[in-house]
């Protein structure tokens, strides 16, 4: 994987497949409390870890995953497709799923990059429809969703199959987006 993105203030980035350098940013990240908010908290070097192999075997079975996301030579954080492990009414299904490291969050990277991982899903691996989903109180990922023209229907919130009843982060909701309007937007 190597795209190259744009963001609309003209940051120049790219989307690449992982490195072993990669490691001790991608363990920042995912110990940066502001990031892990909503993801259960922030992961000690072995969760990490474990995460990053995870990622990285998951994407050479398919060809296709999560990848790193580099700015300025930094991994800014990481961003892709990815195929949830449980069963719910909208499940099977691809979802798109991002995070950031905090330092470079409101530039509009993870918008330009997931905007890249969506033509690349439509266009390369032929998908009809890629979700996104979020617990509710999530609202910068949410905005993001947004932004990428994705349909939200209060019909299809959810409680994460993952997460105990009552648990504050179980509520989630669900994004959309299908291959036709993402199409019919690109032309607009």
């Given at each position: 994987m190597n795209l190259e993105f744009q963001t609309p203030r003209g940051t120049q980035g790219r989307i690449r497949d992982w490195a072993g350098r990669d490691f001790p940013a991608f363990a920042e990240i995912n110990?940066?409390?502001?990031?892990?908010?909503?993801?259960?908290?922030?992961l000690d070097m072995e969760a990490a870890r474990a995460l990053f192999e995870k990622i990285q075997n998951k994407n050479s079975e398919n060809g296709w995953g999560i990848w790193a996301v580099e700015v300025d030579g930094d991994l800014a954080g990481f961003t892709?497709?990815?195929?949830?492990?449980?069963?719910?009414?909208f499940t099977p299904c691809v979802e798109i799923a991002w995070r950031f490291r905090k330092a470079f969050w409101r530039q509009s990277i993870a918008y330009a990059a997931a905007q890249s991982v969506l033509d690349y899903g439509f266009q390369q691996l032929g998908l009809e429809e890629i979700v996104a989903f979020t617990t509710e109180s999530n609202h910068r990922s949410r905005r993001l969703m947004e932004r990428l023209d994705m349909s939200y229907q209060a019909?299809?919130?959810?409680?994460?199959?993952?997460?105990?009843?009552?648990?504050?982060?179980?509520?989630?909701?669900?994004?959309?987006?299908?291959?036709?309007?993402?199409?019919?937007?690109?032309?607009?």
């Open positions: 110990a940066e409390v502001e990031v892990m908010r909503y993801l259960l908290g922030p892709g497709l990815n195929r949830p492990n449980f069963i719910t009414h019909k299809d919130d959810f409680p994460h199959p993952g997460l105990e009843a009552g648990h504050p982060l179980s509520p989630h909701v669900l994004y959309r987006i299908s291959k036709e309007r993402a199409t019919r937007l690109a032309t607009e």
